[in-house]
């Protein structure tokens, strides 16, 4: 009541100012309702004062309330907020650390297979090359007793007893060359 104690300040003041004003006999205000209206004025605003203070306190408060709560809320999601980024910050990292072992991991497993297909390679050329000196050897057998064969069947199918052994060697020799 705060209000009420200014009031009733006024109004005392404006009775003083009145009150010295009639006194003074230069003005003479004792003919008017000036002071009655100052009264009137007076319990008017207290009037008022008394019934929408109040109210008018009440709606403030409220929304002194509601802000307070939507501050709340906002402070609420902006905590929310800095978490879930903090979070994927969190995740983020990881994520770059799995994809760059996932990296070296295939490179390493490329490597890997690179040498165990080179490894194969290697061994089927090998393989390979052998069968191929294998299969080269056995022809040359094969055509050195074809030529061993032939030239035995002319020898007993001609003349044998008119050759002699050293004819023999000769001959073989042209054959197998």
């Not at 009031?7 to 004003?21: D, M, T, W």
């Not at 907020?81 to 799995?98: G, P, T, V």
């Not at 050897?137 to 199918?157: D, G, H, P, S």
Request: net charge positive; glycine share 4%; proline share 1%.
């Amino acid at each position: 009541m705060n209000v009420m104690r200014w009031i009733a300040k006024i109004v005392f003041l404006f009775g003083a100012l009145h009150s010295v004003s009639c006194a003074s006999g230069a003005v003479d205000i004792s003919q008017t309702d000036f002071t009655v209206r100052i009264i009137n004025f007076a319990i008017f605003v207290a009037i008022v004062w008394y019934f929408v203070v109040p109210y008018l306190k009440d709606i403030l408060n409220n929304r002194k309330a509601s802000i307070a709560k939507r501050f709340e809320e906002v402070q609420e999601k902006m905590k929310s907020a800095k978490k879930s980024k903090e979070q994927a910050k969190k995740q983020l990292e990881e994520a770059k650390k799995r994809a760059e072992e996932i990296i070296a991991f295939a490179k390493q497993e490329s490597g890997n297979i690179a040498k165990r297909y080179d490894e194969l390679y290697k061994s089927d050329a090998e393989n390979l090359i052998k069968g191929s000196q294998t299969i080269m050897e056995f022809e040359e057998r094969k055509m050195r007793e074809e030529i061993v064969q032939a030239v035995l069947k002319e020898l007993f199918n001609g003349k044998a007893g008119d050759i002699s052994s050293d004819e023999y060697v000769r001959i073989l020799q042209s054959k197998v060359a």
